[in-house]
């Protein structure tokens, strides 16, 4: 799922990655849960969006691919953060660091 944001930038859920690497590999959802061990259910939800990539989940997708399970995890934060960003934005800019940096 993606999300526009005002900046211009848009959130990316990791999904639309997965979802890319596997038209490109010409892999079916069904093909690929049955190869890491998973309902094709639980991908099917990772592609649409609907559920995050969990740590279980980024170490097998990782492992299928040759990738570290800390790619999945970082477009997993990334996503989060951005969405974080978009719900706690004014409040964000009110705050003021406690301390600056040396």
């Known amino acids: 799922m993606t999300k526009k944001f005002k900046d211009g ?4 859920h ?5 979802a890319e690497i596997l038209r490109e590999l010409k892999i079916t959802q069904s093909e690929f849960a049955r190869t890491i061990g998973v309902a094709r259910m639980r991908i099917s939800l990772i592609l ?3 559920r995050p990539v969990s740590a279980e989940m ?5 492992k299928a691919f040759n990738q ?3 790619y999945w995890m970082g477009l997993q934060a990334d996503y989060d953060l951005k969405l974080a960003e978009k719900a706690v934005g004014a409040r ?9 940096a040396a």
């Open 9 to 12: 930038m848009r959130a990316i």
């Open 14 to 18: 990791p999904g639309e990655f997965l």
């Open 48 to 50: 649409s969006g609907q």
């Open 58 to 62: 980024a170490l097998l997708i990782g």
């Open 68 to 70: 570290t399970p800390g």
């Open 92 to 100: 964000l800019k009110k705050v003021q660091p406690v301390f600056a």
